[in-house]
């Protein structure tokens, strides 16, 4: 199964018709045999991907973001329930912020 990263999509055999036609305000995918062969981009979207990736660049420090499954958070819950169940008060009194 082949991934098409775009909500419109134009055969080569038209696209070769009228390509002007398809260089709109977002990207096309080209197809060739029904897979994926390549993406249009007008120069308005271009232009806004490249600034889009400039800005990445010059960033020093990304923030990852964490997102864990449903199934993660259940059991990372299950497991802090558990340490919280088993604390001592011996555990409690080494606790330094």
């Known amino acids: 199964m082949h991934r098409i990263l775009a909500e419109k999509s134009v055969n080569i055999t038209e696209l070769r018709k009228n390509p002007a036609r398809y260089f709109i305000d ?3 995918a ?3 045999n ?3 062969a390549g993406y249009l981009l007008s120069a308005s979207v271009f232009e806004a991907l490249m600034d889009l990736l400039a800005e990445h660049q010059d960033v020093k ?3 990852a973001q964490f997102r ?6 259940e059991e990372m819950t299950r497991r802090a329930e558990r340490y919280l ?3 001592t008060d011996d555990d409690l009194n080494d606790f330094k912020e």
Do not use: G, I
């Open 34 to 36: 029904n897979k994926p």
């Open 85 to 87: 169940n088993d604390v």
């Open 30 to 32: 080209v197809l060739s």
């Open 26 to 28: 977002q990207p096309v």
């Open 68 to 73: 864990p499954s449903a199934a993660r958070l």
């Open 61 to 63: 420090n990304v923030t």
